[in-house]
């Protein structure tokens, strides 16, 4: 028996409702914003992700699902959205279409990762990203987006972390007053930080190590080493996310997993989720495009984790289900075979209809009808099909009636009606 590979799961229809209310939650609210749905493939060559999320960082250095196919390219499982959004905006030249472009996007990422819950090596995000735009209020709109996306959900105990990266000469002055601090802590910081300590040294200050958070939390702060522009830049967001009425906390140790970020980093962190508990993560970046081969362009986006939100979800609710209207049992030659046909034309007009395919006792079927959660059960016997009746009951009520057909298709639009009403009572 071949399984599962480790890390991947199986999303069973007793749990797809939750993914489509987050996928439809999320085409709703990002809708009315006027972003616009991008379908990027899910692999790309390897050198995209290397120069696009940076070679130092976790994800490229050892969390990426690379080979090489039959044509010796090397390719990689796309680890993240983001990268493959801007090569799609570069390669179609959507930035000749001038202004902004407000793109948003759903689907499985891959990365080598150890497996454990809301952490997979098959994961899902919906992401968005909002090209061509420095304002601190594009920051801000995606910022609010996320947020009303996991509101909208009823999602609840969430909190908004922030932080400012500062442009690249902000960062580079930074990281020399970091790795200064840290430099004579550095046999007491993990091992991993200890390699970043001349790679990569921003990272430390995100570590997940007891003993280096402390050491962290000491360190000189980002935001102290600004320039004019991008601590003016940081203040406007944070003044608007107040005028918004978006609460906020600054994490000075927030600095995000990816090298491209710029400016404003943020993270929106679940209090109900344990260890893995980021829900959403984003941030500016303005110097990716231009590093991809594009023409200058300012950008800001984020990605939540669809995973982790519908672990949140299985605690507030029941498996969104998509109950039918009507189920239709049916018993004998001539019925089994007009069944069908009453079906077909019952879809056609609008209403759910499942068929029951047994042909089993009449009792049976009224079983099954009453577990699916139909409203109402439709009946066709040999002698109802053959004189073009059918008989309809409400499972409810146990009400019954007999219809000529004809008049059960003219009707269909008062028992949409009628049926939305009852399922709306249940
Ligand atoms: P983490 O610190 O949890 O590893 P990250 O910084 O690597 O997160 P991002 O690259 O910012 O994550 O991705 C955005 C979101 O995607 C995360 O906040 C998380 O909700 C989700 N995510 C990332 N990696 C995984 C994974 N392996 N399995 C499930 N969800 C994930
Ligand atoms: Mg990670």
Same mark, same amino acid.
């Given at each position: ?26 085409? @709703? ?29 976790? =994800? &490229?250095?050892? @969390? ?21 959004? =801007? ?12 202004? =902004? ?11 080598? !990762? ?11 995000? =919906? ?37 400012? &990266? ?143 939100? &519908? ?17 239709? &049992? ?82 269909? !639009? @008062? ?12």
């Amino acid at each position: 028996m071949i399984q599962a590979l480790r890390g991947t799961r199986d999303i069973l229809p007793e749990e797809v409702g939750y993914w489509q209310l987050i996928e439809a939650t999320a085409r @709703e609210i990002l809708g009315r914003a006027i972003y616009q749905e991008i379908r990027p493939p899910i692999f790309e060559q390897t050198a995209l992700f290397e120069r696009g999320i940076g070679e130092a960082t976790d =994800v &490229v250095g050892k @969390e990426m699902y690379t080979f090489k196919d039959r044509g010796d390219r090397f390719l990689t499982l796309r680890p993240e959205g983001t990268a493959g959004v =801007v090569r799609a905006y570069i390669s179609n030249k959507l930035y000749g279409q001038g202004g =902004v472009q407000r793109l948003w996007y759903t689907g499985p990422m891959f990365r080598y !990762e150890r497996p454990q819950a809301g952490r997979q090596r098959q994961f899902h995000q =919906v992401g968005l990203e909002l090209l061509g735009s420095k304002a601190p209020r594009a920051d801000v709109e995606v910022i609010a987006l996320a947020t009303d996306i996991l509101q909208a959900l009823g999602l609840k105990n969430l909190q908004l972390d922030i932080n400012s &990266v500062g442009n690249g000469s902000d960062r580079q002055q930074y990281r020399e007053a970091l790795v200064n601090y840290l430099e004579p802590y550095k046999e007491e910081l993990d091992q991993d930080s200890q390699d970043r300590l001349t790679r990569n040294p921003l990272r430390i200050l995100d570590s997940k190590d007891p003993k280096t958070q402390e050491i962290a939390r000491n360190a000189p702060k980002i935001t102290e080493h600004l320039s004019d522009e991008s601590k003016k830049h940081f203040d406007t967001v944070l003044q608007l996310l107040t005028d918004l009425d978006i609460k906020y906390q600054i994490n000075h140790c927030l600095v995000r997993g990816l090298d491209y970020y710029t400016h404003t980093a943020f993270e929106i962190i679940s209090a109900d989720l344990g260890a893995q508990a980021t829900v959403c993560g984003g941030g500016r970046y303005d110097g990716l495009v231009s590093e991809l081969g594009g023409p200058e362009t300012q950008a800001v986006g984020w990605a939540i984790g669809m995973e982790r939100l &519908v672990l949140l979800l299985q605690e507030l609710q029941g498996n969104p289900v998509n109950n039918p209207d009507l189920y239709l &049992v049916s018993r004998g030659e001539i019925a089994e075979a007009k069944s069908l046909i009453l079906a077909q034309k019952l879809r056609n007009a609008g209403l759910s209809i499942e068929l029951d395919l047994s042909g089993s006792a009449f009792g049976k079927q009224f079983k099954r009808a009453d577990r699916s959660g139909a409203v109402a059960c439709l009946i066709l016997g040999d002698a109802e099909a053959e004189n073009m009746t059918v008989n309809l009951k409400w499972l409810a009520s146990g009400e019954q009636q007999t219809l000529s057909q004809s008049n059960l298709l003219g009707m269909t !639009e @008062e028992l949409k009606t009628k049926i939305a009403e009852i399922k709306r009572s249940f």
